[in-house]
């Protein structure tokens, strides 16, 4: 299994990024996707995420500006993000998690219930 995150970039406050996140070796309609980030120096956080049945949930600093939908047909999903800020600046990760029957929202937000990772895209976003 193979998760292969782009998209990354640099841009300026108030700007907008699409991050791309391509799944190959298995497919996972079934299973919850989601994004994480980390910052310098700080822990990795939940962003968002996408069940199976297409329901989205997001970190409340991202609300609004972010949106996270999915192309099973391709084995993708993405996060259009929009009124990019300075503090948005992280490493970008997209996951698979917890299956259908086990995508509760603490679930979603939980790095542990994440299988499998992408190498990361960097998202910079200057004032």
């Known amino acids: 299994v193979q998760l292969q995150a782009s998209g990354g970039g640099s841009v300026q406050a108030g700007g907008s990024l699409r991050l791309s996140c391509a799944a190959s070796?298995?497919?996972?309609?079934?299973?919850?996707m989601g994004w994480f980030r980390q910052a310098p120096g700080k822990e990795r956080d939940f962003v968002a995420a996408?069940?199976?049945?297409?329901?989205?949930y997001y970190a409340d600093s991202v609300k609004g500006r972010f949106t996270i939908f999915r192309d099973n047909s391709k084995n993708m999903v993405y996060l259009q993000m929009s009124s990019l800020k300075p503090e948005d600046t992280a490493v970008y990760y997209c996951?698979?998690?917890?299956?259908?029957?086990?995508?509760?929202?603490?679930?979603?937000?939980?790095?542990?219930?994440?299988?499998?990772w992408g190498q990361g895209t960097q998202v910079t976003v200057s004032s």
């Open positions: 996951a698979v998690g917890p299956p259908r029957g086990r995508d509760y929202y603490k679930n979603l937000k939980a790095l542990s219930e994440y299988d499998y």
């Open positions: 070796g298995r497919t996972f309609s079934s299973y919850a």
């Open positions: 996408i069940k199976w049945s297409s329901d989205t």
